[in-house]
């Protein structure tokens, strides 16, 4: 694994060195960045310096580039090409379905809470069944592990999904279909992270799974982050 710290190189220049001294084609590049706005600056540079070509590299955010390996092959693990990704407003109102469902009551354990609480443990790749075993001696969480489990089963059943489940999804794709994490392991032969410091557990695993076919990675983070 190859390692910049921020202000020494970019993502760019990384991909720049690599198109210039080495026989790399666009399209065994993925590089992936923190925000909409910078995936689309570094497509803006990258196509002024490649053209067309620049189009054939997987520039853009975690989530936006597991959205495209979803709508692939998410049939593989139950969604359909069209599913929906739920935005704030959709979790709360299915959240708050499910506190009604479970007669919890917001006062006791607000929607908000409950709503952190999944996003913490998805981001940590816990399932809903294993929060509920480590949780169960907390009354408090043990009701976000039922609500958990309960707001699962509703998102699935919707064909949808929430932001975190974009990466969640991917994960378990790969892990219950080794020739899609292969195929994808085989086409990214050079991937690029940047603002690494700010990865949380499931994009480190995701990252490690793909980079773990030819082990040619670059992050770019900031050490005093």
Known sequence: MKRYLAGDNTVY???SDLLSVNAVKPWQILAITFTNKA??????????????????????TFHSCCVRILRRDGERIGFSKHFTIYDTDDSKRV???????????????????ILNEISRAKDSLITPEEYCNVNQGDIRLAKVGECYKK????????????????????????????????YYQHRFKHIM?????DTNYAQ???TAMLA????????????DQ
Not at 104 to 112: P, R
Not at 212 to 223: A, M, P, T
Request: aromatic share 8%; charged share 35%; hydrophobic share 40%.
């Open 13 to 15: 220049d990384s991909i």
């Open 95 to 113: 959240i708050k379905e499910c506190q009604k469902l479970l007669d919890i009551e917001d006062k006791f354990l607000s929607h908000k809470t």
């Open 193 to 197: 992270v940047d603002e690494y410091q």
């Open 39 to 60: 995936a689309n600056e570094l497509k803006e540079r990258l196509s002024l310096m490649l053209g067309d070509d620049a189009n054939d590299i997987w520039a853009s």
């Open 212 to 223: 773990d076919g030819y082990r040619n990675i670059c992050v770019v983070g900031d050490d």
């Open 204 to 206: 480190y695993k995701l």
């Open 151 to 182: 707001y699962e089963n509703m998102l699935a059943s919707a064909d949808a999904m929430d932001f975190d489940d974009i990466i969640v999804n991917t994960i378990k794709l790969f892990n219950e279909n080794p020739d899609v994490l292969e």
